[in-house]
Each structure stands twice: as structure tokens, then as C-alpha cells.
């Protein structure tokens, strides 16, 4: 990180004596003498007073090998801070949440292989949206537990551990007429707006926002974007439903799940990147194990 010349230099400035320098450094008294001469002609700075024997430095040179000193120590506490960081990285998991990757129940997971995964750290790292809890895995994430298809695992290269099937239900506010029907049909959506995420997703979701606009045309269609409590304030207002699942619906105090008549369902698992680090692959290990 600093000139090796410039480092010699250092050393025979904190001894004062050549001869210590030049064993401290492993080299001939000679070799460094040299090095010394090397920089003044390379420079233009003229280092050490006339009599060079006695390693006198000039005001020039005390300059240089104090500001020198100071840089190499601070070269050196830089590398020590990047090391520390990286070992502290190494002991810390960062599970990726969001409202469609839930963290509780990885984070549960987890901690019940405690002893399999000994000091291993786990830290939550939340985002707003789903696609940007994927787009920051590996830089900011390093795990999540979320819904997915074939289609997904594609797009964002990922591996999959299934942990089970959710079927997608139907979300409504506390006090909506239907809180009490023990399980929706389809035309009880009739008159109403279901919102639906946005296209491209999940396959559950394309599927059922199809064969609503096929089928069902009674019903309006809201295509949204992100989860939030914005969201959930409309869906309340509005008397509206909500097409999600129940690990979703979890986040949403104010909204009741219901179970729906159909057979729209997609996967729950863990996900990682394909190419994951050796730490995220031995988690994965052990979570199988479950």
C-alpha cells in the first residue's frame, strides 16, 4: 500500500542509527544507505544533513518520514478495521425480510439448529418490496424465506428449500359482512375489487387475475405493486379483498384471513443465490435436517 523505500525510511527515522535500522529491516547498512540516496535523487528532497553517517535528518526529511509514519500506521489500522469486519461477517447471517419474505419463521428455523450453527449471528436486514429484497442478495442479504415458483428461482438464479404449499386466501377488513362465512366462493366476489400483485410475479397470482377477467368479469380488478400499511388501509376502507397468504396476512393486523373455494397455491421455502457463499451453503445443510 506505501512505497517499501519510503517504509525503510520510516525505520531508520524511529532509530536514529543505521546500523539498528539496517538489522530491523534485515539488510546491509549499506543497501539502506542506498535506498535513502534512491528517494533524495527521486524526489528531489534532500533527506539527511551532510553527515549521513549519523542519520541527522533534515527538516525536509523529519517531514516526510513523520507524515510517512502516520500513513503507514493508518494504512495498517485500515487493514485491521477490513479483517475485523470480515471476521464479524463471517459469524453474521443476514436474513432478508420484507412483507412477502416474512423473516420470523426463518429466524425461528434457525434458532432451533442453534448448537449445529454455534456463534453464528442472525440479522434482519427489511426492505419494502420483495424485488428489492432479491436484487440486494449477496451485497446486503444472504438468505430469506419467501414464495416463489420455477419461474422466480429462474430470474434471480436461486436455490430453493421447500418448507411447505400455501394456498392463496383472501384477506378482508374486521368488519366486513363475510367475516363470519366460514369459507368464500368466488361469486361472493362479485360487486367488489380484489386486489391482486402485479403481473410477472407468481404464477398463482397471473392465474387467478386470468381467470377472474375470463370467468368472473363481476369482479374489479386493483393491480398493486408493494405491501404496506397504505395497502392495507385501502383494503379497510374499501371493503375490499386482498389475494395473499397467510404469512403475509400475519403483518396486516386489521385484516381477517379467509379461506377461499379454489386451488390457486404456490411454495414456501428458504432462498438463496445459486453461486451462495460456503457460510449460506452450510446453513442450508443444516436446515435440511428439520
Request: hydrophobic share 40%.
Amino acid at each position: 500500500m506505501y512505497d517499501k523505500d519510503i517504509e525503510a525510511l520510516c525505520i531508520l527515522y524511529e532509530k536514529k542509527d543505521y546500523k539498528a535500522a539496517a538489522h530491523a529491516l534485515g539488510m546491509k547498512e549499506t543497501t539502506l544507505k542506498s535506498r535513502v540516496t534512491a528517494l533524495e535523487e527521486k524526489y528531489g528532497v534532500r533527506i539527511l544533513s551532510v553527515e549521513k553517517d549519523d542519520a541527522i535528518f533534515t527538516n525536509a526529511g523529519k517531514s516526510l518520514a513523520q507524515d510517512a509514519l502516520f500513513m503507514i500506521r493508518y494504512s495498517n489500522s485500515a487493514i485491521q478495521k477490513a479483517q475485523r469486519i470480515e471476521a464479524e461477517e463471517n459469524l453474521s447471517l443476514k436474513v432478508g425480510t420484507s412483507y412477502m419474505a416474512p423473516g420470523r419463521e426463518l429466524v425461528s428455523a434457525l434458532e432451533k439448529r442453534r448448537k449445529d450453527l454455534g456463534s453464528l449471528m442472525f440479522h434482519p436486514v427489511h426492505f419494502f418490496s420483495m424485488e428489492e429484497t432479491l436484487k440486494h442478495l449477496e451485497s446486503h442479504v444472504d438468505i430469506l424465506a419467501s414464495f416463489y415458483d420455477e419461474r422466480l428461482l429462474k430470474k434471480y438464479s436461486l436455490s430453493a428449500l421447500e418448507m411447505r404449499k400455501e394456498r392463496l386466501m383472501l384477506a378482508i377488513a374486521e368488519d366486513d359482512e363475510l367475516k363470519a362465512v366460514p369459507m368464500l366462493d368466488i361469486e361472493d366476489l362479485y360487486g367488489r375489487r380484489v386486489y391482486i400483485y402485479k403481473k410477472g410475479y407468481l404464477k398463482a397470482f397471473d392465474q387467478l387475475r386470468a381467470d377472474i377477467m375470463e370467468y368472473h368479469k363481476q369482479i374489479e380488478i386493483i393491480t398493486f405493486d408493494r405491501y404496506s400499511a397504505e395497502l392495507e388501509k385501502e383494503i379497510e376502507e374499501k371493503k375490499a379483498f386482498l389475494a395473499t397468504f397467510k404469512s403475509i396476512a400475519e403483518s396486516m393486523p386489521s385484516l381477517s384471513l379467509k379461506p377461499v373455494l379454489w386451488n390457486y397455491s404456490t411454495a414456501f421455502g428458504i432462498l438463496s443465490k445459486k453461486d451462495a457463499s460456503d457460510k449460506v451453503r452450510k446453513v442450508i445443510e443444516i436446515l435440511k435436517k428439520e
